[in-house]
Structure formats: structure tokens, C-alpha cells
């Protein structure tokens, strides 16, 4: 393939009103492309030729889904477009002179072209319909008041808000949430499936058939500054609301597979599969939920003398959440507890104090600092959202092997029209996933917020000297003891000790209490089962839950000692 890379933007900046208000404003836009590899098996303009199929093989198959499927799926793709565009605008308001405004907007849109299944098991060969657009859009708006109240008391004012989707869109559409899903068809081996055996494929990718990802987030912080005396007193508060809706869903269009073009002409197929939603709406299968983070906070900054400083406080993150992920009884039955758990109750005491000194000069400047606090680390929104999607009744597979005549269901031509993926066989996936026998992401319901306690100390020294080369050298030392506390842990539920391995390592194995004749007891969180007869309890899930590390936690220990001079060589050098 050739293409052509172009690159350009502008931008412009000046007052609306002199001294008053102030824009600035920047666009930017990329365009470009890749190369895609892959081509039929007797075109050697392409580097790979993976797919049996030649190239009139390839046309002869796109002739019948135009004209028997009533489908095109596109073009042999050659160039792989690659396109960016950014906006950017700002203003600031000199109010007056104790309060000053600014406004700032963003956009970000990205987006290239990428093959899909093409060069793999899932379709040796694909027109353009297989590939996808992945990327993503965002804007972002947000505003800034900064004020000076009296000489004492200033404070800000912050309001943000983010909206992201993430983007892996089909070339040729047809996703299953859309107002239009097209079903996957493959050729190649007769047992093949969504997943291998194929030789081409069209419609959209198997991972990409149900992919969607929107996050709204909206950030607020206040902040006050108050100056009394030797002391500065810091007071705020922080809140950042989080809107997901999470989809992913495999194989969600239906894959029907033939083995032979003739197969294909004739509408005979081999296979037909498909990921269900429990109610056959796709949207339903996703992790759909809001939670909340709140924080506030109190430090006091308190200049003792000339040489020490004190800093001490205290933060307090909490958050909120009415969303829950879907009841699951038989992960009750299996384990005691539900999977019903979401973010609400989740909090953390930060308390915090450190001190600046300034030793009495010998030898240079000596300075020293000594730091204790406590944080709550990273936002664990990314695992808590895996129970709201996994609760082991979202989804099913469905096959033609459901309905009452699985022959009849594998023909898919009825009068010269494609009848698509049969009724019966979604139903089955919609049966399977109301079973609810599916694997169960969960939150430990004792779950606590992870928090480490940093305890640190510095010193650094600027040498005084009279020798030349001793003299004004920079010389720092920091040392950083982090203890850890109540740290993420995943744990399979669903494993028993079967056994020791012959360097003394216990082994273990899945069982499922709920199988007829099995009386295995489940002992806890930790402690798997007891009363297992492996012969009969055998199977089960990796049912995995999200919960705390048991025991002894982590420690970590950092030192630092660097040491610098500037030497001037002079204008010879």
C-alpha cells in the first residue's frame, strides 16, 4: 500500500477585552496510515498470505453475500488509515484584582484502522467489513475561580467534567447493541468455531462484536487558605462522581460456519454458536454503574521559627454507590455470602505530619526532613467493576444444537434470504445464562480500602569549603520505609487442598458443593472446604473474589544518595 502522512494545525491567542479577558484557542489534525499484511493466497503483493483462499476464491465468496446474504463485506484493505484530532480553548477573566476566572475546553478524537481477526484461527483471510476503528473521543470541560478574600483568606474553586468513549468500532458496523447486529460467517474446517478453523470471516471481529466503553466523570474541589499568624490553615473538600457502562460481550452477533464456498452458496452450514445476554438485550450484559469519592481535608502549616516547619493533618476519602451487581443464589448456596457488594461503605482515615529543619550552618547549608502519613492509594473502581459483569448469569452460549432439529437450524437460506442466527439457538444462550452456573467475579463483603503508612527522612547539604573541588557540592540522602495494610488479594473459592506436592507444596483442585451427593462445607474466606470427597465434588468454577491479603502484608524500604557539582571548564572547553 502507499499513502501520504499529513500533519497540521493553528493556533491563535489574543484579548477580547484589554486587561480584562484573554482567549486562546489550538487545533491540530493527523493523518496517515499503516500497511495491512495479509492478503489471498496467491497475491504476493501482500507480505503474508495465511488464508487458502485465492483471490477468486475471495470474490467469488464476496459475489454470494452480496447476493444471497444481502450483506457486502467491503474490500481487500491494503492501507490502515491512522487519524488524530485535537482541540484546545481557553480563557481567563481578570475579574478584578482579588478574583480571577479561567475556563479551559478539550478534545481529543483518535482513531485507526486495525485488522481483527484477520491472520488468525478466527479468519485467515477478511475483507475490510473484519477490521475495526479503535481509538478514542473525549471532551473535557472545566472551570477555575481563584479568590482573595482579605489579606488572609484566598481559596479555589475547581469544577471538571470528563466524558471518554473508548472506540473499537467494526469497519462494516454491525455490532449487537446497534440498531442493526450482523452475524459472523466463516469458512474453513468443518469442526471449526468463533474461534478457530477459519480460513475468512466477515462481519465483526469475535471480541469486537459487543465492545463498549463510556466513562463520565465529573470532579468538584473547594479550597481555602487561611493565614493566622505563623499559621497556614488549609481546609477542602473533594468529590468526583464516576458514570461506567462497561460491554463486552464475545462472539455476541452469532458465528455461523460452513465448510466449503459451496456450503456457503447452498446455506448448509456446519456450526452456529453465539454469546447470549440473560434477555437477549446486550446492553443488559454489561457493567452498568455509578459510584461516588468524596474527600475532605484539613493541614496546618505552621512555621515554628525561622528553621522549623510543621506540617500535620488529616484526610478523610469516603465513598458512595447504590448500584449493586445482580443476585446470584447458587453463589450464595456454594459460599455463604452474596456477590452482592459494591463500593458503598468504603472509606479511609489519612492522618499525616512532617517537619522541615534547617540545621545551624557548619561546613554549608545542612536541611532535614522527616515525613509520616497514610494513603489510600490507587481508585480500585477498575476491579470492584468486574462483579457488576461476571456474576455468573450475564451471559450464555447459545448453538443450533439447542433447537428441537439441530439439522434444520444449521440451514440458513429459506427461499433465496438468509434467515440469520436461529431463534432457538439465542434462546439457548439466554436459557444457559439464566442458570446463573456461570464463573462469579465478587467483592469480599469485609472488603477493605487498601492504605499504606510512608515513613520518610532527608538531608541534604550544599558543602562551604574552602578547597575548590569540596567546595559547593550537593549531597542528598533519602530514606522511605512504606508498610502496607489490607492490600488487593485474588482468591479462587472454589479450590481444595487435594493433596501435597512432592516438595512439600499443597495442591489443590476445583470442586462445586453443589453437586448431587457431594456434602462438602465451605470454611470461609481463605480456608476452602472441608468434608470433600474429590470423587464426587469434582468441577466447578474459578469463582475468583476480590478481598484483602491475609496475614502479613508487604514492606518496602527505598534509599537514596546522590551527589552533584557543577564544574566550570571554561570558554576553552
Same mark, same amino acid.
Given at each position: ?264 452458496? %447452498? ?7 453465539? =454469546? &447470549?445476554?440473560?434477555?437477549? !438485550?446486550?446492553? @443488559?450484559? /454489561? $457493567? #452498568? ?97 468486574? %462483579? ?7 451471559? =450464555? &452460549?447459545?448453538?443450533?444444537? !439447542?433447537?428441537? @432439529?439441530? /439439522? $434444520? #437450524? ?106 448431587? =451427593?457431594?456434602?462438602?462445607?465451605? !470454611? ?50
Amino acid at each position: 500500500g502507499t499513502f501520504k502522512r499529513k500533519n497540521w494545525g493553528a493556533e491563535v491567542s489574543g484579548p477580547i477585552i484589554q486587561d480584562k479577558l484573554f482567549f486562546y484557542a489550538s487545533w491540530e489534525e493527523t493523518d496517515t496510515a499503516t500497511v495491512n499484511e495479509i492478503g489471498p493466497a496467491d497475491d504476493f503483493s501482500f507480505s503474508r498470505n495465511d488464508t487458502s483462499f485465492t483471490t477468486a476464491e475471495v470474490n467469488q465468496i464476496r459475489d454470494i453475500l452480496i447476493n444471497q446474504y444481502g450483506r457486502d463485506p467491503g474490500e481487500i484493505v491494503r492501507n490502515l488509515p491512522v487519524l488524530s484530532e485535537r482541540i484546545f480553548a481557553r480563557l481567563d477573566w481578570n475579574i478584578n484584582e482579588d478574583h480571577r476566572l479561567e475556563g479551559t475546553y478539550a478534545s481529543l478524537e483518535e482513531d485507526t484502522t486495525i485488522g481483527d481477526d484477520i491472520g488468525s484461527g478466527r479468519g485467515e483471510f477478511t475483507f475490510s467489513d473484519n477490521f475495526h476503528n479503535r481509538g478514542s473521543q473525549s471532551e473535557t470541560l472545566g472551570v477555575r475561580l481563584y479568590s482573595n478574600w482579605t489579606d488572609q483568606l484566598s481559596t479555589e474553586f475547581r469544577w471538571s467534567t470528563q466524558e471518554v468513549n473508548d472506540l473499537q468500532n467494526p469497519v462494516g458496523g454491525g455490532e449487537a447493541q446497534s440498531g442493526n447486529p450482523i452475524p459472523r460467517i466463516q469458512l474453513g474446517l468443518g469442526f471449526g468455531n468463533e474461534f478457530f478453523g477459519s480460513q475468512f470471516t466477515s462481519g465483526p471481529g469475535t471480541f469486537r462484536s459487543a465492545n463498549q466503553l463510556n466513562t463520565n466523570k465529573d470532579q468538584l474541589k473547594i479550597k481555602a487558605d487561611y493565614q493566622l499568624g505563623d499559621h497556614l490553615i488549609t481546609a477542602g473538600f473533594e468529590h468526583e462522581a464516576l458514570e461506567v457502562f462497561n460491554l463486552f460481550i464475545i462472539n455476541a452477533t452469532g458465528t455461523i460456519v460452513f465448510p466449503s464456498i459451496a456450503d456457503l452458496q %447452498a446455506g448448509t452450514a456446519s456450526n452456529i454458536r453465539q =454469546g &447470549v445476554s440473560f434477555t437477549q !438485550d446486550p446492553n @443488559d450484559a /454489561a $457493567a #452498568a454503574f455509578n459510584r461516588n469519592i468524596s474527600s475532605v481535608f484539613l493541614q496546618d502549616q505552621w512555621d515554628v521559627n525561622d528553621d522549623l516547619q510543621v506540617i500535620y493533618g488529616l484526610r478523610y476519602d469516603w465513598y458512595q454507590s447504590d448500584d449493586m451487581p445482580l443476585n446470584n443464589s447458587n453463589y450464595m448456596a456454594r459460599y455463604g455470602i452474596s456477590n452482592q457488594v459494591g463500593f458503598d461503605g468504603l472509606d479511609a482515615i489519612q492522618p499525616r505530619i512532617g517537619l522541615n529543619y534547617t540545621l545551624p550552618e557548619s561546613f554549608g547549608d545542612t536541611r532535614m526532613n522527616l515525613g509520616f502519613g497514610i494513603f489510600s492509594g490507587n481508585d480500585p473502581t477498575v476491579w470492584f467493576s468486574n %462483579a457488576y459483569q461476571n456474576y455468573g448469569g450475564a451471559l =450464555g &452460549v447459545g448453538s443450533h444444537n !439447542d433447537c428441537a @432439529d439441530p /439439522a $434444520a #437450524a444449521l440451514q440458513v437460506l429459506n427461499g433465496g434470504s438468509f434467515t440469520g442466527i436461529p431463534q432457538c439457538a439465542v434462546d439457548g444462550g439466554a436459557n444457559q445464562a439464566l442458570a446463573t452456573l456461570g464463573t462469579v467475579n465478587a467483592t469480599d463483603p469485609n472488603f477493605e480500602a487498601p492504605t499504606v503508612s510512608r515513613y520518610s527522612f532527608g538531608i541534604e547539604h550544599t558543602t562551604a569549603l574552602e578547597q575548590d573541588f569540596f567546595n559547593d557540592w550537593f549531597v542528598k540522602l533519602d530514606l522511605i520505609y512504606s508498610d502496607y495494610k489490607n492490600s488487593v488479594a485474588f482468591r479462587d473459592m472454589s479450590l481444595a487442598q487435594n493433596g501435597t506436592a512432592a516438595d512439600g507444596r499443597p495442591t489443590y483442585a476445583a470442586i462445586d458443593p453443589l453437586i448431587p =451427593g457431594c456434602n462438602a462445607t465451605f !470454611d470461609g474466606i481463605g480456608q476452602g472446604f472441608s468434608n470433600v470427597d474429590f470423587a464426587t465434588c469434582a468441577g466447578g468454577n474459578a469463582d475468583i473474589l476480590f478481598t484483602n491479603q491475609v496475614g502479613d502484608d508487604a514492606h518496602t524500604f527505598t534509599a537514596s544518595l546522590q551527589a552533584s557539582k557543577i564544574f566550570e571548564w571554561g570558554d576553552t572547553w
